[in-house]
């Protein structure tokens, strides 16, 4: 989805009459991948994109970094283009550096122009990269090779009707295992498309979560465990619900995976300050807390023996966070070893007409399976 350029309002100044650029030049500014900044002759910001405030490089109508203004002052004086790479604390806590290059232009108009290149970034993306073809060659090699191990069972025990049924059904899981990681790939890669956010309506929270507890209705009662569901009030977010629905069904497999049999799995949906929160808890075997900040991680398994019993493919919680990433949310994790987990995801409240049309009612479901009331 292209990020539309934002309007900063600017004091008064000698090149205050430049109020606006051309319509070219923003149409073309808003499809660059590179953070994007336009000031006038005296460095007032006329437009920023939304991620050159993300990284604290405009706070209103002031660069916040010196070397970026300074750049921009040196071009406006001569109108010579420059381009540098630099190491800055990123504003305003200066805890993080960023690494940046920078590529400054004068527009011709009174406008200058700043394009910025986050390359810690770029650097991490190609080492995600490397590490996810290496990641998905060995993912797959696994239910490939039992494939083909246990065809040649099959056809050794061509004459033992048992042995090729047993056979047969190891086949067939290890084809769902393999369809399933297939799938995920394929989803992930969609997330971490150019666009993927071209079918956004706004979406009831409650519809959500009521349809992700539906796909893992036999999943939980197989297990004998309940699915309680709690909604304060009646929520909405702009988003796409197909992603919305994959994020929360990815959670609540999780959950269930990671359960005693006869346990509860809890969903609890709120809003606090125009944010809702999906909270998904368990009373499972917990993470070890060396573990917490890689959970998101891509084929990153807490209990890869758990993993392969289960089926799970290690990209659900990975796309969980691409998700939330894509709606402008974030998501989060707490966990203690032997008691349970709790995720929640975050994302913006919708506040349009549709959601101050909506009832204040509260709506508690719960899915059956046994019988066992959900411990706090």
């Known amino acids: ?125 190609d080492a995600v990269r490397r590490d996810f073809v290496a990641n998905i060659s060995h993912e797959l090699k696994t239910p490939v090779g039992a494939l083909s191990v246990l065809a040649e069972a099959v056809q050794s025990a061509s004459e033992d009707p048992e042995q090729v049924r047993h056979f047969a059904e190891r086949m067939q899981m290890e084809a769902t295992r393999l369809g399933h990681l297939v799938q995920d790939i394929i989803d992930l890669s969609r997330l971490q498309g150019d666009d993927p956010l071209t079918h956004s309506n706004v979406v009831d929270i409650d519809e959500v979560v009521q349809r992700a507890v539906e796909d893992v209705r036999m999943i939980a009662v197989d297990r004998g465990i309940s699915v309680v569901v709690a909604s304060e009030a009646p929520t909405f977010v702009f988003a796409d619900a197909s992603q919305l629905q994959t994020a929360v069904r990815n959670l609540l497999v999780n959950a269930i995976a990671y359960s005693s049999d006869g346990t509860s799995v809890a969903i609890h949906t709120r809003e606090i300050n125009s944010i809702v929160e999906i909270m998904v808890k368990d009373q499972g075997i917990g993470i070890p807390s060396n573990d917490l900040d890689r959970v998101f991680e891509r084929f990153y398994r807490v209990d890869p023996a758990r993993s392969r019993v289960t089926g799970g493919t290690g990209l659900g919680l990975a796309i969980v966070k691409h998700v939330c990433q894509n709606h402008g949310g974030e998501c989060a994790v707490w966990s203690e070893v032997g008691v349970g987990s709790t995720f929640t995801l975050r994302l913006p409240t919708y506040t349009g007409a549709d959601a101050e049309n909506a009832t204040n009612e509260s709506d508690i479901v719960e899915v059956p399976a046994m019988n066992g009331d959900l411990r706090s």
Do not use: F
């Not at 008064?12 to 808003?30: F, H, K, M, T, Y």
């Not at 000031?39 to 002031?62: E, H, W």
């Open 1 to 125: 989805m292209t990020s539309k350029l934002l309007r900063v309002e600017h004091s008064e100044g000698p090149n205050s009459e430049i109020q606006e650029i051309p319509d070219e030049v923003a149409r073309i500014l808003a499809v660059l991948p590179s953070c994007s900044i336009v000031a006038d002759q005296d460095g007032n910001i006329l437009r920023a994109s939304p991620k050159a405030s993300a990284l604290g490089l405009v706070n209103r109508n002031v660069m916040t970094v010196r070397e970026i203004a300074k750049l921009v002052h040196a071009v406006a004086g001569d109108g010579d283009s420059r381009e540098e790479e630099m190491r800055v604390r990123r504003p305003p806590l200066g805890r993080e550096m960023l690494e940046l290059r920078v590529r400054v232009a004068d527009l011709g108009t009174g406008a200058i122009l700043v394009l910025i290149d986050d390359l810690a970034e770029e650097r991490r993306v």
